[in-house]
């Protein structure tokens, strides 16, 4: 038999996906939130026990799918050669991921237009500058670069990254080579 802790968890995760699925499927405006529970057979009240509203429930799908996304690609990188490598593969991969369809959607067009795009900014530099800052100090201990301030050259590379995928989604133009050359130059300055 299920405990409650189960059951709340079944609901919840129903919630999300079917949330997920009409906002893919019909995007932010049509997706309502009395349609999504008649879908799913659920009641307000279900709903309210775990967010108060779509715009809660819009930002639980952004801030999993930008967490999933940046573990994924941090998971594919090469991590046995360096930290500076791994960043860079990290960041390569990042893109990637991010010309998937629905993961596009939900991080450059759902997310942003729902939250904000500064809510949507803070959401995602929480998952990824901490894992860009610890390359990066992993890399000044190695010795790989000179000392330098993390915080600020993981921003710099943040929005790089960013800014390419979004240039590749938006005009499908091979820009990863540029990228590769860029962060490649940033190192480049870095190094000791």
Same mark, same amino acid.
């Given at each position: 038999?299920?405990?409650?802790?189960?059951?709340?968890?079944?609901?919840?995760?129903?919630?999300?996906?079917?949330? +997920? @699925?009409?906002?893919? *499927?019909?995007?932010?405006?049509?997706?309502?939130? =009395? #349609?999504? /529970?008649?879908?799913?057979?659920?009641?307000?009240?279900?709903?309210?026990?775990?967010?108060?509203s779509k715009t809660e429930i819009v930002e639980?799908?952004?801030?999993?799918?930008? +967490? @999933?996304?940046?573990? *994924?690609?941090?998971?594919?990188?090469?991590?046995? =050669? #360096?930290? /500076?490598?791994?960043?860079?593969?990290?960041?390569?991969?990042?893109?990637?991921?991010?010309?998937?369809?629905?993961?596009?959607?939900?991080?450059?067009?759902?997310?942003?237009?729902?939250?904000?795009?500064?809510?949507?900014?803070?959401?995602?530099?929480?998952?990824?500058?901490? /894992?860009?800052e610890g390359l990066l100090e992993s890399a000044i201990v190695e010795g790989e670069i000179s000392?330098?301030?993390?915080?600020?050259?993981?921003?710099?590379?943040?929005?790089?990254?960013?800014?390419?995928?979004?240039?590749?989604?938006?005009?499908?133009?091979?820009?990863?080579? /540029?990228?590769?050359?860029?962060?490649?130059?940033?190192?480049?300055?870095?190094?000791?």
């Amino acid at each position: 038999m299920a405990t409650q802790k189960q059951r709340s968890d079944s609901t919840r995760s129903l919630l999300l996906n079917a949330f +997920r @699925a009409s906002l893919l *499927r019909k995007g932010l405006e049509r997706t309502t939130t =009395q #349609g999504v /529970l008649l879908e799913i057979g659920l009641s307000k009240g279900a709903m309210y026990h775990h967010f108060r509203s779509k715009t809660e429930i819009v930002e639980a799908i952004y801030t999993e799918e930008s +967490r @999933a996304a940046i573990e *994924r690609a941090f998971k594919k990188a090469e991590q046995n =050669q #360096g930290p /500076l490598v791994h960043l860079k593969s990290a960041c390569l991969a990042w893109t990637a991921e991010v010309r998937v369809p629905s993961i596009s959607k939900i991080l450059f067009e759902i997310g942003p237009t729902a939250l904000g795009p500064e809510k949507a900014k803070e959401i995602e530099n929480a998952h990824s500058l901490s /894992l860009i800052e610890g390359l990066l100090e992993s890399a000044i201990v190695e010795g790989e670069i000179s000392k330098t301030d993390p915080k600020l050259i993981a921003s710099y590379l943040n929005a790089l990254v960013e800014q390419t995928a979004l240039h590749y989604l938006r005009r499908g133009e091979g820009s990863l080579d /540029l990228l590769d050359r860029s962060i490649e130059a940033i190192f480049d300055s870095l190094r000791a």
